[in-house]
Each structure stands twice: as C-alpha cells, then as structure tokens.
T-cell receptor, first 110, second 113 residues
Framework: KNEVEQSPQNLTAQEGEFITINCSYS?????LHWLQQHPGGGIVSLFMLSSGKKKHGRLIATINIQEKHSSLHITASHPRDSAVYICAVRLETSGSRLTFGEGTQLTVNP | EAGVVQSPRYKIIEKKQPVAFWCNPI?????LYWYLQNLGQGPELLIRYENEEAVDDSQLPKDRFSAERLKGVDSTLKIQPAELGDSAVYLC???????????FGPGTRLTVL
C-alpha cells in the first residue's frame, strides 16, 4: 500500500462542474502540498497545508489531520484547469523528503 | 554519437534543501557551460569550464551555488540551500573550445516548493 493515495486517477468533467480530488495518507505528516502539472512538465505549487483550509481563486484545499485526508476542490471548472494534480506529503519520519501520490489526470471539456 | 547528458530531468524539493545536477558533455569537448533559464527568458551563464578549470564563474551566486569538474569531463552543479527563486531549468552545454558551437543538454527542471 502506498503511503500516499489519490483518487480518482482520472477525472473527466464538463466546464462549470465542481471538482473534488482526494488524497489519503497512512502515516503522520508535517505538511501536505497540492501541485499542478501541465503538459510539458511544468509544475506549479498550489497550496501547502498543515491544518485547516486554504482558498485561492476557484481552488480550495482542505486537510483533516485526524482522518489523514486532504481534498482539492475546483469550483466552476474550466478547460484550462485540465492538468495532473499531485498530492505530496512531508512525512514526520523522513525529514524534508517529500512523498508523492500518483496524481490525478483532470480533463475539463468545454 | 551521444549528446550532452543531464540528470535528473526533473527535481522537486522544498526550500532550504540541497540539490545537485549532473552533466556529461560530448566526448572530447573541453569546454563545459552551466546555464540557468527562467520561463520565457534566455539562458544565463552561471559558469564555464575549460577542462577542469573554472575560467568564468562571475555570474555564479557563490553563497549558495557551487560547481565542480574534477577530472575535466563530468560536472556537477550544487545549490545549498535552495530558495524559491531558484526554480528554473538548469542547462548544461559543451563545446570543443571557447567560441565554438555549443551543444546543449535537455536540462534539469528544478521546482522549489
């Protein structure tokens, strides 16, 4: 079992839909990152969370430390949101090394 | 003939962590270059080696960047500690000599979180 699991692996939505991507982890963490990767390999850091909730534009990230679970929500989705979304955690036992989920491929159709 | 080889192709680290990039130039090329390229901009020279000697490192931020080419072939570029602003593509190039055609590797895309 991977230490970080994302679901779904693939997600196709229609423009305007509300989207949720989930990340679960099995051990204690000190921080969790949500990353966005567009075709061509560029990676953008969206959020870093250690507790609670963060919002930026149409993106919302939440984390529940007790349940070892985080969600990334996209409201009013748009085709330009199409990308791979990656959850990465800093494990309490690994110093600063990040452990990555396998990513969620999101496609938003017009 | 193999071109300039770089590894890794992608690297993601958190700020304050160290990172190292490796370059293997084209066989027989005495001159090796390390460049930094930010998105939408041209490459900026960090350091130039002639064999194992760093002959131009005036643009290398020496407080956190270091490079070596111990045997005059492979080279490593190190950043310690990395800062958010170091996110960029790091390119290695080699040439037969200074002023001759430079051949570029594929680059290492560094993302600092």
């Amino acid at each position: 079992k991977n230490e970080v699991e994302q679901s779904p692996q693939n997600l196709t939505a229609q423009e305007g839909e509300f989207i949720t991507i989930n990340c679960s982890y099995s051990v204690g963490i000190s921080a969790l990152h949500w990353l966005q990767q567009h075709p061509g390999g560029g990676i953008v850091s969206l959020f870093m969370l250690s507790s609670g909730k963060k919002k930026h534009g149409r993106l919302i990230a939440t984390i529940n430390i007790q349940e070892k679970h985080s969600s990334l929500h996209i409201t009013a989705s748009h085709p330009r949101d199409s990308a791979v979304y990656i959850c990465a955690v800093r494990l309490e036992t690994s110093g600063s090394r990040l452990t990555f989920g396998e990513g969620t491929q999101l496609t938003v159709n017009p | 003939e193999a071109g300039v080889v770089q590894s890794p192709r992608y690297k993601i680290i958190e700020k304050k962590q160290p990172v190292a990039f490796w370059c293997n130039p084209i066989s027989g090329h005495n001159t090796l270059y390390w460049y930094l390229q930010n998105l939408g901009q041209g490459p900026e020279l960090l350091i130039r080696y002639e064999n194992e000697e760093a002959v131009d490192d005036s643009q290398l931020p020496k407080d956190r960047f270091s490079a070596e080419r111990l045997k005059g072939v492979d080279s490593t570029l190190k950043i310690q500690p990395a800062e958010l602003g170091d996110s960029a593509v790091y390119l290695c190039a080699s040439s037969l000599g200074f002023g001759t055609t430079q051949y570029f590797g594929p680059g290492t895309r560094l993302t600092v979180l």
